[in-house]
């Protein structure tokens, strides 16, 4: 058994370039060919199939599909003696427990979770990628599906965070509170919004500037800090921060990898074209503040493999919003032709290295599936390897 290939990411990759050329149609303004609706129907349309009707793909399916199985439905008698328990988030367990009104088939509940998050990920496309929205997508796609395969708390988390950012720009803090406080109930890392909306709107380039060369030094040079502060913080706040934080210190070191380009790349543009950006848009330094924190969660996390992951996944949708623009806002042709190159080069290495484990090896139900029997299998024998 082959337990990590390249050719395990073949799918995931011509969809990728399927979704990078509408991308490019939609940006040549090529209306007369396809409307900009019906392209955008058609690569949404292209995500949800690929994603919601997916196998067990990944890891994270053997945990929910047994959650699922034992969680009964909200109009059921025995679902307050459920909710009790302690299993996931009080929000995600009465989420979960309306969809079992519906069906109680795994499947059908992972294809309604996906359905959400994208109606959820639209409204947000429309609203901060308005003039490109396709390759925001594509860069989601790139970047976070993997949270959408492997993370469905948190991605009901960071959907709703997404959806404050207005009020942070409207400076309605009770709005902004009463939204990720929904999220909260979904997923305990939502915790970390909150204090966000006290500087994320500031534009303070030369403060990043220092963490970014104080980043880069603990990166390379490996300089071990973060168990002792989680260890604190752990204790001060306990209960499941408390458990989770012993698990997560366990865990293997990220070190330093190629992987670094994919933080040094947009850290670099982003310096570069700070100002264009912001001319652009100046609702744009919440994201570029947002992609400083993804970026220093790959430089300041590297100690511990799970949190550096668990960070970047809360700030990954800048990506969507500020890697579009380094291209879109270069007028100059050579220099446009460089970037174009350079963006697709990261977003097809980093779709295909993501997804090397033979645990994301890729079957869908319309083609066919692996039985569960079968998917358990493998999924026993790469955490022993």
């Not at 207005?166 to 909150?194: D, E």
């Not at 490996?222 to 706040?237: C, P």
Request: positive net charge; contains cysteine; proline residues 2%.
């Amino acid at each position: 058994m082959v337990y990590d290939s390249l050719v395990y990411s073949i799918p995931y990759v011509i969809v990728l370039l399927i979704l990078f050329l509408l991308s490019i149609i939609e940006l040549k303004r090529i209306k007369n060919f396809i409307p900009d609706k019906v392209l955008r129907s058609f690569s949404f349309l292209i995500v949800l199939v690929f994603l919601g009707l997916r196998g067990y793909v990944a890891s994270d399916w053997v945990s929910y599909t047994q959650f699922y199985t034992d969680i009964p439905a909200i109009d059921s008698s025995s679902f307050l003696g459920y909710l009790a328990l302690p299993t996931f988030e009080k929000g995600f367990v009465v989420f979960s427990s309306i969809i079992k009104i519906i069906s109680d088939n795994y499947f059908v509940y992972s294809f309604i979770n996906v359905l959400i998050d994208l109606i959820l990920l639209n409204i947000l496309l429309k609203r901060y990628c308005k003039s490109y929205y396709i390759f925001g997508l594509t860069v989601y796609f790139a970047f976070c599906s993997e949270y959408e395969i492997n993370m469905l708390r948190n991605v009901k988390a960071i959907m709703l965070f997404l959806l404050s950012i207005k009020y942070i720009q409207n400076r309605s803090f009770l709005k902004f509170f009463l939204i990720n406080l929904a999220g909260l109930l979904f997923h305990n890392s939502a915790i970390f919004f909150f204090p966000l909306y006290f500087f994320i709107h500031k534009n303070t380039k030369r403060v990043y500037i220092i963490f970014t060369f104080i980043g880069i030094i603990i990166y390379f040079f490996q300089i071990h800090y973060i168990g002792a502060i989680a260890s604190i913080l752990g204790g001060f706040l306990g209960g499941v921060f408390e458990e989770k934080n012993d698990v997560y210190l366990k865990s293997v070191e990220s070190g330093v990898t190629l992987g670094v380009f994919y933080t040094l790349i947009p850290l670099f543009l982003v310096f570069r074209y700070y100002d264009k950006i912001l001319q652009y848009k100046k609702e744009n330094i919440i994201f570029i503040n947002l992609l400083f924190l993804y970026c220093f969660a790959t430089l300041y996390f590297s100690e511990i493999l799970v949190f550096r992951q668990r960070f970047a996944a809360l700030f990954s949708f800048s990506l969507c919003v500020i890697l579009p623009l380094f291209y879109i806002l270069n007028k100059n042709i050579v220099d446009r032709k460089i970037l174009s190159n350079l963006l697709i080069v990261v977003l097809i290495s980093k779709m295909a290295l993501t997804n090397t484990p033979i645990l994301n090896k890729y079957d869908n139900l319309i083609f066919g599936i692996q039985s569960y029997e079968e998917r358990f299998n493998i999924f026993q024998y790469y955490i022993r390897k």
